[in-house]
C-alpha cells in the first residue's frame, strides 16, 4: 500500500497529521522570529492605587517649613503617575514671611504631581488672606489655576477679579507670586484704586 492510497482512505486522520505539522512548524518559527521578551528592572513592591476620604495633606518645602495643606472629602492616587486627584478641596498656602497670614482657599477639584511642586486648581477657584497690620484683607475669584505652592506662585489664562479693601481689579488672565505680594493681569485690565484715608 502506498502512501497516497493510504493517505486518501484515511482522509480525517491524514489531515488531522498535516494540521498538527503545519501548526507545530509554524509555532518554532514565530519562537525563532518573535521579538525577545523585555527585561523587567523594577526593584521593590508595586506602588499601588489608593483613595482616601476625609484627609489632610501636609507638603513641606525643602528646609522643612510647612509649604500647604489640602483637607478634602476625597483623594485619589492612580498607577502610573503617582500623581494625585483631589476633590473639592480646602487649601492653605503657608505664607514665608513672618507676621503675614496664610492663603486659604477651595476649589472644584484639585490635581498636584508626584513630588507635591506642582498643583492644578480645576474649576471655581476662591482665595482670601485676612487683613494685617495696615493691609486690608485680599480675596481672589477666578478658575483653572496652575500653582507652585512650594513656591508661592501662581498663574491663570483665565478671567480674575481681586479685591483689597476698597480696591478692585478684574481682568483675564494673571500671574502671581504672594511672597512679594506681586499680581500681575495680562489683558482686559480694569480696576478701581480709591484714594486712601489720611
Known amino acids: 500500500m502506498s502512501i ?24 518554532l ?20 492605587a489608593y483613595t482616601l476620604t476625609t484627609f489632610t495633606l501636609d507638603s513641606y518645602d525643602e528646609t522643612g517649613k ?9 483623594l485619589e492616587q492612580r498607577d502610573g503617575d503617582d500623581s494625585i486627584y483631589i476633590n473639592a478641596p480646602d487649601y492653605v498656602l503657608h505664607s514665608a514671611e513672618p507676621g503675614i497670614p496664610d ?23 476662591e482665595m482670601h488672606r485676612p487683613a494685617f497690620t495696615d493691609t486690608d484683607a485680599a480675596d481672589m475669584y477666578t478658575s483653572e489655576v496652575t500653582a507652585w505652592p512650594k513656591e508661592n506662585r501662581m498663574e491663570t489664562a483665565e478671567a480674575v477679579r ?23 493681569v495680562f489683558n482686559d485690565f480694569h480696576g478701581t484704586f480709591p484714594p486712601r484715608k489720611k
Open 4 to 27: 497516497g492510497v493510504f493517505m486518501r482512505d484515511r482522509a480525517t486522520t491524514s489531515a488531522v497529521i498535516v494540521l498538527a505539522v503545519v501548526l507545530g512548524a509554524s509555532t
Open 29 to 48: 518559527l514565530w519562537y525563532w522570529l518573535a521579538p525577545a521578551p523585555k527585561v523587567n528592572d523594577f526593584v521593590g513592591p508595586p506602588r499601588s
Open 66 to 74: 510647612p509649604a500647604y495643606r489640602l483637607v478634602a472629602p476625597r
Open 103 to 125: 492663603w486659604t482657599g477651595k476649589s472644584d477639584y484639585a490635581w498636584v504631581n508626584k513630588p507635591g511642586t506642582l498643583m492644578k486648581l480645576q474649576g471655581k477657584v
Open 162 to 184: 481681586a479685591v483689597q479693601g476698597p480696591s478692585t481689579m478684574t481682568g483675564i488672565g494673571m500671574r502671581a507670586n504672594l511672597d512679594f505680594k506681586h499680581l500681575e
